[in-house]
Nanobody, 124 residues
Framework: QVQLVESGGGLVQAGGSLRLSCAAS????????MGWFRQAPGKEREFVVA????????AYVDSVKGRFTISRDNAKNTVYLQMNSLKPEDTAVYYC?????????????????WGQGTQVTVSS
């Protein structure tokens, strides 16, 4: 049983930056791969980025490459999403998710635990 709590969302002007955090419960955080997904109104939930349990491997959706960076601090049971050069199309609810595997994945069906989401709104 893992609980995830996202924070750091908000309203930002296009071109600005936000840093999302996902705090996880439990002592086994370092054994989970982690991902961020997002969902805009009227659209399906979309994979954004994932990171392996050690942080050594990452995967990004093409639309955020070069702008977003995922990282994790296993000592703090926390994963981060640094979002730079934000665009209005990045507007969505962002969800943190944990997968019971060392390895990254893009399929939300393979993730076992989900946070409640945090709203990111980018204005033009």
């Amino acid at each position: 049983q893992v609980q995830l709590v996202e924070s750091g969302g908000g309203l930002v002007q296009a071109g600005g930056s936000l840093r999302l955090s996902c705090a996880a419960s439990g002592r086994t955080f370092s054994r989970y791969s982690m991902g961020w997904f997002r969902q805009a109104p009227g659209k399906e939930r979309e994979f954004v980025v994932a990171i392996s349990s050690s942080g050594g491997n990452t995967a990004y959706v093409d639309s955020v490459k070069g702008r977003f960076t995922i990282s994790r601090d296993n000592a703090k049971n926390t994963v981060y999403l640094q979002m730079n050069s934000l665009k209005p199309e990045d507007t969505a609810v962002y969800y943190c998710a944990a997968k019971s595997s060392l390895y990254i994945g893009r399929d939300p069906r393979r993730y076992d635990y989900w946070g409640q989401g945090t709203q990111v709104t980018v204005s033009s």
